[in-house]
């Protein structure tokens, strides 16, 4: 599609982009629904479960980048810790490192916006006050945000440089994951922090039951870690713009414009006895709460960035969000630009900044990655078994028919 139609799109932003199936052929990558079982996880990786690209789903119209995920971003790493432990610990670590600097002395600018605030995300007070980023961005559970925020500040003490340093702004967010965990055991540990930070890479990131995802629901299903990726034409400034997502949230499930979830059996039901307690079910399709993390390597400012990541919220919403009255639902967005960043103590050096008008382009691609992103991480993860009861993966031999079948535009 040529740019000017793109933006004339994107006047329409609150409707659902298009879709494109590829042949029938891909239905053999669908996998069978998952049997139940205390250890049913153990034995089950997302290995042979594909992306949403994998299976012919395609979600909007602006390229992706090269990986399809936030690393198409240059600089930017992802690392995570998933912590299986026993039948009751299904929780996680996941960092995001903007640059492989001195993210301290060498800060991003950044904008936190704050779509529904139940939520526990650390350090969002001096972003929005100071507009720049000090520290990676961790993403965990909600009880582990507190002790996964400590690990952090202790990993960035003990770095060469900081011995005189007297205040740190750790950013740490989280959804909840007390279903398919002990909550309230509380496991993250600073291993596990320093375990997400000191193997990030810039190559393919892993989606799914993994890192912070690794107990999250989302729609009833089985939610986790997502990335996509947008690489806006020459003609538009050539930026890319890269999203992760933390999903454990609700509503009724849209896929490219499609609902499905109307046509899906009820995920509390899903593979239970008629006489499981209601203790023992999952979480209420409507409850839950979203992470999201936006990166671009485009000249922006704080204030550019808080544009940019209020069009995230618009991808949540194409998914059939319901953003319920107990959902924590965060986007923070960040800029790897070299000549956008900061020295400690010291204002950004003259920036050529785009012009709002520039920004249009860049309100599209976070729409339509955010969105995919999200599909990635339903798409991925596999079925999970843990502290209270079986989350089971989306069904996508009952998925995937449907979107076959939805008119094309």
Known sequence: MPLHKAMATASLLVVSMAVSIFPASAQENAPTRQPTGAAADRDRTASGRPRARDAGVVIGTLPIGPRNAIVDVPGIAV??????????????VTAVIPHPGDLYRERVPAAIHVANGYGKL?????????????????LTGT?????????????????PGMAQVRSLNPVVGETNDGFLSD?????????????????ASADNVEEGAVGAGTGTVAFGWKGGIGTSSRRLPDDAGGHTVGVLVQSNYGGELVIAGVPVGRALPDPAG???SAGAAAADRPPAAGDGSIMIVVATDAPLDARLLQRLARRAVIGLARTGASMSNGSGDYVIAFSTAPESRMQAGTRAHRLQL???????????????????????????????????????????????????AAPRP
């Open 143 to 159: 009880l582990g945000v507190w002790k996964a925020a400590d690990a952090l500040v202790e990993w960035m003490l003990d770095k």
């Open 270 to 272: 899903f593979g239970a």
């Open 79 to 92: 690392g995570h810790a998933t912590i299986v432990e026993g039948d009751a610990i299904r929780t996680g």
């Open 183 to 199: 909550i309230r055991a509380r496991p993250i540990r600073p291993g596990h922090v320093r375990q997400a930070l000191e193997t």
């Open 354 to 404: 785009l012009s709002n008008d520039a920004m249009d382009a860049l309100f599209l691609a976070v729409a339509e990655a955010t969105e995919e992103a999200i599909v990635n991480s339903l798409f991925r993860a596999h079925t999970v078994t843990g502290h209270r009861g079986t989350i089971h993966a989306l069904p996508l031999e009952l998925v995937l028919p449907q979107l076959r």
């Open 122 to 138: 650390l350090g969002v007070t001096q972003v929005r006050e100071l507009g720049e980023l000090e520290t990676p961005i961790l």
